[in-house]
């Protein structure tokens, strides 16, 4: 069984940093591309960073170039996403995603697999 557990997330000041942690299971991780998704209330769910099987190509959305940074670690079957300079726009639950696909994919209709979010709420 595919389980994906996102955590880390809490309440940070605008400009703070939060690194959020996903850790795998059930599937051989170093096969398959991670996603990092998030959705907040009222909008549609977004696709924030995606990093390949390998590590070596990755996608950000506009909206986090430059801020957020993913990263994997294939020994231990973790991905994990430094948030930077955080907004009161990231304010989201974030989710980690797998889908069928080895590549840093930009989308969100792929992703096949996620877990419970972890809440991440940027506010003074």
């Known amino acids: 069984e595919v389980q994906l557990q996102a955590s880390g997330g809490g309440l940070v000041q605008p400009g703070g940093s939060l690194t959020l942690s996903c850790a795998a299971s059930?599937?051989?991780?170093?096969?398959?591309?991670i996603g990092w998704l998030r959705q907040a209330p009222g909008k549609e769910r977004e696709g924030v960073s995606c990093?390949?099987?390998?590590?070596?190509?990755?996608y950000y959305a506009d909206s986090v170039k430059g801020r957020f940074t993913i990263r994997r670690d294939n020994a231990r079957n973790m991905v994990y996403l430094q948030m930077n300079s955080l907004k009161p726009e990231d304010t989201a639950v974030y989710y980690c995603a797998k889908g069928d696909f080895d590549y840093a994919y930009g989308g969100t209709e792929a992703y096949v697999y996620w877990g419970q979010g972890t809440q991440v709420t940027v506010s003074s």
């Open positions: 059930g599937f051989t991780f170093p096969d398959y591309a």
């Open positions: 990093i390949s099987s390998r590590g070596d190509s990755r």
